[in-house]
Protein backbone atom coordinates (compact mmCIF):
# COMPACT_ATOMS: atom_id res chain seq x y z
CA UNK A 1 0.00 0.00 0.00
CA UNK A 2 1.15 3.46 -0.58
CA UNK A 3 2.18 6.03 2.11
CA UNK A 4 -1.22 6.70 3.31
CA UNK A 5 -2.67 3.22 3.12
CA UNK A 6 -3.83 3.01 -0.01
CA UNK A 7 -4.28 -0.61 -1.12
CA UNK A 8 -1.62 -0.92 -3.43
CA UNK A 9 -0.03 -3.88 -2.42
CA UNK A 10 3.19 -3.75 -0.47
CA UNK A 11 4.18 0.19 -1.65
CA UNK A 12 6.74 0.98 1.18
CA UNK A 13 7.02 4.44 -0.18
CA UNK A 14 6.15 7.51 2.35
CA UNK A 15 4.26 10.20 1.95
CA UNK A 16 6.83 13.41 2.49
CA UNK A 17 3.96 15.60 2.90
CA UNK A 18 0.09 15.90 3.32
CA UNK A 19 -2.39 18.09 1.82
CA UNK A 20 -4.63 19.74 4.17
CA UNK A 21 -8.00 17.92 4.09
CA UNK A 22 -10.44 20.40 2.42
CA UNK A 23 -14.28 19.11 3.11
CA UNK A 24 -15.09 17.10 6.56
CA UNK A 25 -15.98 13.53 6.10
CA UNK A 26 -19.32 12.20 8.13
CA UNK A 27 -19.41 9.25 9.01
CA UNK A 28 -22.14 7.80 6.68
CA UNK A 29 -22.64 4.23 7.72
CA UNK A 30 -20.72 2.21 4.93
CA UNK A 31 -17.95 0.15 5.00
CA UNK A 32 -14.90 1.04 3.33
CA UNK A 33 -11.34 -0.14 2.15
CA UNK A 34 -8.89 0.56 5.09
CA UNK A 35 -7.38 3.41 3.12
CA UNK A 36 -10.20 5.48 2.26
CA UNK A 37 -10.96 6.04 6.12
CA UNK A 38 -7.31 6.83 7.41
CA UNK A 39 -6.85 9.50 9.47
CA UNK A 40 -6.53 12.56 7.51
CA UNK A 41 -8.98 11.55 4.79
CA UNK A 42 -11.17 14.37 3.38
CA UNK A 43 -14.34 14.19 1.19
CA UNK A 44 -12.52 14.11 -1.73
CA UNK A 45 -10.10 11.30 -1.29
CA UNK A 46 -13.62 9.44 -0.14
CA UNK A 47 -15.38 10.19 -3.51
CA UNK A 48 -12.27 8.99 -5.45
CA UNK A 49 -12.66 5.55 -3.89
CA UNK A 50 -16.30 5.40 -4.08
CA UNK A 51 -16.37 6.46 -7.71
CA UNK A 52 -13.05 6.06 -9.22
CA UNK A 53 -11.26 3.36 -7.54
CA UNK A 54 -11.89 -0.28 -9.39
CA UNK A 55 -14.32 1.53 -12.04
CA UNK A 56 -13.24 0.30 -15.42
CA UNK A 57 -12.23 3.63 -17.33
CA UNK A 58 -11.00 3.39 -21.14
CA UNK A 59 -10.28 6.42 -23.12
CA UNK A 60 -6.84 6.93 -24.79
CA UNK A 61 -5.98 9.98 -22.86
CA UNK A 62 -7.83 9.04 -19.64
CA UNK A 63 -5.50 5.91 -19.04
CA UNK A 64 -2.34 8.33 -20.50
CA UNK A 65 -3.73 10.63 -17.19
CA UNK A 66 -3.24 7.73 -15.20
CA UNK A 67 -0.37 6.13 -16.05
CA UNK A 68 1.80 9.92 -15.67
CA UNK A 69 -0.48 10.33 -11.99
CA UNK A 70 0.77 6.98 -10.96
CA UNK A 71 4.53 7.60 -11.96
CA UNK A 72 3.89 11.16 -10.35
CA UNK A 73 2.95 9.33 -7.15
CA UNK A 74 6.20 7.29 -6.87
CA UNK A 75 7.45 8.29 -3.39
CA UNK A 76 5.21 10.29 -2.16
CA UNK A 77 1.09 10.01 -1.01
CA UNK A 78 -1.67 9.72 -3.12
CA UNK A 79 -3.37 11.99 -1.41
CA UNK A 80 -0.59 14.45 -2.40
CA UNK A 81 -1.02 13.55 -6.16
CA UNK A 82 -4.79 13.82 -5.95
CA UNK A 83 -5.00 17.09 -4.57
CA UNK A 84 -3.02 18.51 -7.47
CA UNK A 85 -4.66 16.70 -10.39
CA UNK A 86 -6.97 19.80 -11.40
CA UNK A 87 -3.77 21.45 -11.56
CA UNK A 88 -1.65 18.78 -13.79
CA UNK A 89 -4.74 18.32 -15.54
CA UNK A 90 -4.29 22.26 -16.62
CA UNK A 91 -0.98 22.99 -16.75
CA UNK A 92 -0.70 19.29 -18.82
CA UNK A 93 -3.19 20.16 -21.67
CA UNK A 94 -5.79 17.72 -20.26
CA UNK A 95 -3.68 15.16 -20.63
CA UNK A 96 -4.11 15.22 -24.44
CA UNK A 97 -1.48 12.78 -25.46
CA UNK A 98 -0.90 14.79 -29.02
CA UNK A 99 -0.49 17.85 -26.89
CA UNK A 100 1.93 16.37 -23.79
CA UNK A 101 3.96 14.97 -26.72
CA UNK A 102 4.65 18.25 -28.67
CA UNK A 103 5.44 20.04 -25.23
CA UNK A 104 8.82 22.00 -25.76
CA UNK A 105 11.71 22.02 -23.38
CA UNK A 106 11.17 25.49 -22.46
CA UNK A 107 7.65 25.01 -21.26
CA UNK A 108 8.53 21.54 -19.19
CA UNK A 109 11.35 24.07 -17.61
CA UNK A 110 8.55 26.27 -16.93
CA UNK A 111 6.54 23.30 -14.71
CA UNK A 112 9.75 22.76 -12.74
CA UNK A 113 8.71 26.35 -10.70
CA UNK A 114 5.31 25.50 -10.51
CA UNK A 115 4.46 24.17 -6.69
CA UNK A 116 1.00 23.35 -7.51
CA UNK A 117 3.47 19.85 -9.60
CA UNK A 118 5.65 18.22 -8.34
CA UNK A 119 8.68 19.66 -9.07
CA UNK A 120 10.86 16.31 -10.39
CA UNK A 121 12.60 16.90 -12.87
CA UNK A 122 12.34 13.52 -14.23
CA UNK A 123 8.98 13.17 -13.51
CA UNK A 124 8.00 16.05 -15.34
CA UNK A 125 9.83 15.14 -18.52
CA UNK A 126 8.66 11.54 -18.04
CA UNK A 127 5.63 13.27 -19.20
CA UNK A 128 6.21 14.12 -22.86
CA UNK A 129 8.64 10.70 -22.93
CA UNK A 130 5.18 8.70 -22.17
CA UNK A 131 3.10 11.06 -24.41
CA UNK A 132 5.51 10.31 -27.42
CA UNK A 133 5.71 6.44 -26.69
CA UNK A 134 1.82 5.98 -26.31
CA UNK A 135 1.33 7.77 -29.66
CA UNK A 136 4.07 5.42 -31.30
CA UNK A 137 1.62 2.58 -29.73
CA UNK A 138 -1.54 4.13 -31.12
CA UNK A 139 0.48 4.57 -34.41
CA UNK A 140 1.22 0.75 -34.20
CA UNK A 141 -1.89 -0.29 -32.59
CA UNK A 142 -5.03 1.70 -33.62
CA UNK A 143 -5.31 2.40 -29.36
CA UNK A 144 -3.64 2.62 -26.50
CA UNK A 145 -6.78 2.01 -24.68
CA UNK A 146 -6.95 -1.16 -26.27
CA UNK A 147 -3.50 -2.46 -26.16
CA UNK A 148 -3.68 -1.52 -22.02
CA UNK A 149 -6.53 -3.62 -21.64
CA UNK A 150 -5.31 -6.30 -23.71
CA UNK A 151 -2.93 -7.28 -20.50
CA UNK A 152 -6.30 -8.30 -18.19
CA UNK A 153 -7.69 -9.75 -22.32
CA UNK A 154 -10.06 -6.74 -22.11
CA UNK A 155 -12.13 -7.92 -18.97
CA UNK A 156 -12.05 -6.59 -15.64
CA UNK A 157 -10.27 -9.00 -12.73
CA UNK A 158 -12.59 -9.23 -9.60
CA UNK A 159 -10.21 -9.98 -6.33
CA UNK A 160 -11.75 -11.03 -3.04
CA UNK A 161 -9.28 -10.01 -0.37
CA UNK A 162 -10.15 -10.11 2.85
CA UNK A 163 -6.94 -7.81 4.54
CA UNK A 164 -5.10 -4.89 2.97
CA UNK A 165 -1.97 -7.27 3.62
CA UNK A 166 -3.70 -9.76 1.41
CA UNK A 167 -3.39 -7.37 -1.72
CA UNK A 168 -0.75 -8.28 -3.96
CA UNK A 169 2.17 -5.48 -4.74
CA UNK A 170 2.52 -6.57 -8.17
CA UNK A 171 1.67 -9.73 -10.83
CA UNK A 172 2.49 -11.72 -13.74
CA UNK A 173 -0.28 -9.16 -15.77
CA UNK A 174 1.50 -5.68 -14.43
CA UNK A 175 5.11 -7.46 -14.71
CA UNK A 176 4.28 -7.86 -18.60
CA UNK A 177 2.75 -4.94 -18.61
CA UNK A 178 5.86 -3.03 -17.08
CA UNK A 179 7.91 -4.53 -19.50
CA UNK A 180 6.23 -4.05 -22.64
CA UNK A 181 5.60 -0.31 -21.41
CA UNK A 182 9.40 -0.28 -21.04
CA UNK A 183 10.36 -1.69 -24.35
CA UNK A 184 7.94 1.27 -25.97
CA UNK A 185 9.99 4.04 -23.89
CA UNK A 186 7.66 4.61 -21.00
CA UNK A 187 9.54 5.44 -17.43
CA UNK A 188 8.28 5.61 -13.91
CA UNK A 189 6.33 2.41 -15.11
CA UNK A 190 7.87 -0.49 -12.97
CA UNK A 191 5.79 -3.45 -12.30
CA UNK A 192 3.92 -1.94 -8.33
CA UNK A 193 3.36 1.32 -10.45
CA UNK A 194 1.19 -0.96 -13.46
CA UNK A 195 -0.18 -2.61 -10.78
CA UNK A 196 -1.34 0.61 -8.89
CA UNK A 197 -2.37 1.68 -12.58
CA UNK A 198 -4.45 -1.25 -12.87
CA UNK A 199 -6.10 -1.02 -9.45
CA UNK A 200 -6.82 2.53 -10.13
CA UNK A 201 -8.49 2.54 -13.50
CA UNK A 202 -10.37 -1.00 -13.09
CA UNK A 203 -8.65 -3.29 -14.63
CA UNK A 204 -8.03 -5.07 -11.28
CA UNK A 205 -11.04 -4.56 -8.80
CA UNK A 206 -9.36 -4.67 -4.87
CA UNK A 207 -12.13 -3.41 -3.32
CA UNK A 208 -11.75 -5.76 0.48
CA UNK A 209 -14.59 -8.00 0.20
CA UNK A 210 -16.56 -6.64 3.17
CA UNK A 211 -16.00 -2.49 1.33
CA UNK A 212 -19.30 -1.08 -0.09
CA UNK A 213 -17.79 -1.12 -3.17
CA UNK A 214 -17.35 -4.70 -3.94
CA UNK A 215 -19.92 -5.80 -6.48
CA UNK A 216 -20.79 -8.75 -4.63
CA UNK A 217 -21.78 -7.08 -1.52
CA UNK A 218 -25.74 -7.53 -1.80
CA UNK A 219 -26.15 -4.29 0.83
CA UNK A 220 -24.29 -1.83 -1.21
CA UNK A 221 -26.73 0.75 -2.01
CA UNK A 222 -27.18 1.18 -5.95
CA UNK A 223 -25.72 4.03 -7.61
CA UNK A 224 -28.25 6.04 -9.74
Request: proline share 5%; with cysteine; net charge positive.
Amino acid sequence: MDGDGRVTGSRKTRATRQPVPQEPLADDGLPRCPWATVAGADASYRRYHDQEWGVPLHGDDALFEFLVLEGAQAGLSWRTVLAKRAHYRKRFHDFSIARVAAMTDVELESLLEDSGLIRNRLKIFSARDNARAAREIIVRHGSLDAWLWSFVKGTPRLNHWQRPQDVPASTAESDAMSKALRAHGFRFVGSTICYAFMQATGMVNDHLVHCFRHPQRSDKPRRS
